[in-house]
Every structure is written in C-alpha cells, then in structure tokens.
C-alpha cells in the first residue's frame, strides 16, 4: 500500500477561528456563516443553518481565513471529538481549526475523514484549560502526523465513505418530510379548523377562542395518561435499550440513539414500542420522541400512553406542538433546572377535542407515518455501524481501494 506519512499542517493551510467583539454589531450579518463546536453534531459531516453569520464587514475583517466549500473543521477546545465539512465559504470561532486543503495534493472530503479516524490523536494532546475544557494549541493540532494515500486513491476512499454518509443524511431528510406532513395535516384540521367539511360547521365561541360547534374543551390529560411503571436495574434491564433524557433529540419524533441496559442505574421506569416519550427535564428544549422499541428511561422524562388507541395520532401530535412545549416550560418548577409537572399541570392544559370521527381518521392517515418515523433510525443505526467499521480499515490500507474502478463525479475529483 502506498502511504505517505506526513503532518497536518502539509495538507493545506491551517487557520484557528476569530469571534468579532459581540459589541461591534457591524460584523455580524447573514452572508458568512460563523461555524462554532455547537452548531455541529458528533456525528455528523455538513452542519444546517450557523447560529450566527458575519456580515461583509466581518468578511473584511477575517477575510484572510475563509474556508472555501468543502473545508474540514475540528473543534480543538471543548468538545474535540466534533467536526465538520463547510457547506459554503465560511468563518469558524476560535475554538476550531479549519484546514484549507490544497486541492491538488489532497482531496477534502477525503482528508475530512482523514480527521475523523484520527481525532484520538487530538485529543491525546489535551492540554486542558482553567475551566475544565479540553484544549489543544493550533501548533501541537497541524503537527500531528498521519498517512495520506496518493490523491486518487484518496478520492476512492471519500467516494466509498460518502456513499453511506449520503444515505444517512437522505434518510434524515425523509424522516423530517414525513414529520412535516403529518404536523401540516395536524394544522390544517385542529389549528386553522379546515377538516373535511369544515364548509358546513358554524364557528363558535369557547375559552379558547374560536372553535367548531360541536367541538368539546378538554384537559391533555382526557387524552393521554402518564404511565408510571418503575423497575430496579438488573438481569430484566440488561437486554433493554435505555433511553435517558440526553438520547432524545430537539424538534424529532425519531430516536436517534440509545444507550446499552448496562448503563441503567436509577430511578428508571420502563416504557412500550410506539410510546411518547417527553422530556420533562428543561421541557424548553422541546424533547419529545416515539419510542421506536421497549425500553427503559428515566424520571427526567415522561412516558405517556394514549387513553385510546382512537386518540393516539392526534395525541403525538399535541403533545409535539410548540404551544404544548411552551406550556410545559411555563407550569415546570425549579429555577436551575426547571422539571416539567404532569399531575395538576401539563395533564390539565386545555385542548380542543375533535369529534370521533374526526381523530379516527387522521389516525388512519397519520399513524402510519408515525410508526415508519419510529423505525427509521433502525436503518440509521445500520448505516452507520457499517460506515464506522469501513472508515479506519479504508483509511488505513487494511481494506485495498487502490485497483477498484469506482467512477468519480468530475465535481468531487
């Protein structure tokens, strides 16, 4: 295998990030994203919308360290094991180092993954900080050494590596389409009141506003229950996922990860595939899941269970609502952190009740939406199990790419 040993600094420019004084708001606009440790994922490759962007005085101000498209970035204080790809030329905060790849020695998604299979060497250089928060000098960062194929093997290896990172994000975007329309449905029925036949039912007044006659008041609770079921950790836990309140993603019905049952210690109470899981601890955060499987969870997250199978699209679906979420983080106690209270408060939030016939049917239409969200991360799960053992045994030689004939995109050669 032809492997060349060389540092990081070798492949390309290296740049750490610069923040504008929050003071000066000349240089903050939304025509260069400013990419921080937190608007990346773990597990992730090209990061959504920045938190914040620079404007083009900002541009002025750092223009010497844009990162054009396709630039890899590692987080190199505070959470190092995060990185990511640009999606468009882009500033990054202090806490990250860019690598501008010289493109005709090296390829950039290729030398993306380069970084992730070797992240334990940047984080084997922590130096540590006052606060806690592990840090490691831009110097000690493009020092690293590592080994870097000849230039088309390394786009064979990126091809291969993108093609299941490629589906992991699809099947992302498939999932949040399957969300969107089964929220729209929600809305066009129960929150603007256009149902099938809405042409022929009067409006009338309520303590909620405006609602259909006919349409009855009733608490969240007449709905959907609490189920309280609590277990010790031991030999029935084991072989259960567990789900605490960190596993629950914001703004998904889809679980995306879980943790073994060996890790289930405290304070847990079991739960049913197809389950609503709530995050009740900083309900703000807006954590609310359809548990794809059994398991077990803990206090800080409510586990509830439609009152009848009749209720339970329209049930997920309220209780995914941002007016659901905002009432919980409204009636929650505690000022550090605030916990959500079901008994005598959320289970009492006042709802407007569609007829019978109205929740059976969006319940035909709906569920199965809801029921394929749940399992999609199954295939996430596989997708990325998968990629993660490909990775280092492409990268580092023990899997032969080099006499493959892979067709490589003229835009990603």
Known sequence: MNLNKCKIKDLGLIYTGNTPPKSERKYYGDKYPLIKPTDMRIDGRYIGKTEESLSEEGYNL?????????????????????????????????????????????????????????NHKVKSLNSGTAS????????????????????????????????Y?????????????????????YCEWFVKFRFPGHEKVKMVESELGMVPEGWKIKKLGDIVKTVRISVKPGPQTLDLPYVPIDCLPRKSLALSESKPGSEAQSSLFSFKKYDILFGAMRSY??????????????????????????????????LFEESTVAYSSKHSRGTTIPYAVWDGALENMPIVMPPEEL????????????????????????????RDLLLPKLISGEVDVEHLDINIPKDAA
């Open 132 to 163: 806690g928060r592990e840090n490691v000098s831009k110097t000690a960062f493009e020092n690293i050494e590592v080994e870097v194929f000849p230039l088309p093997t390394q786009r064979k290896i990126a091809s291969i590596i993108s093609t």
């Open 62 to 118: 750092f223009k010497g360290k844009l990162g054009p498209e396709n630039t890899p970035c590692v987080v190199t204080i505070g959470t190092i094991v995060k990185l990511c790809l640009t999606k468009e030329p882009s500033f990054c905060n202090q806490a990250v180092n860019s690598i501008v790849v010289n493109r005709e020695l090296y390829d950039p998604l290729y030398v993306f993954y380069l970084m992730k299979k070797s």
């Open 359 to 386: 929740r059976s049917k969006i319940n035909r239409i709906v569920k199965p939406l809801l029921e394929r969200i749940a399992i999609s991360p199954f295939m996430q799960t596989n997708l990325r199990r998968t």
């Open 285 to 318: 955060f807006h954590k609310v899941v359809i548990a794809p499987f059994d398991g077990t969870t803990r206090s800080t997250c409510f586990v509830l269970r439609p009152t009848e199978e009749i209720n339970y699209s329209y049930a997920v679906l309220t």
């Open 165 to 185: 990172d490629d589906l992991i994000e699809n099947n992302t975007r498939r999932i949040k389409i399957l969300e969107e329309m089964a929220q729209s449905l």
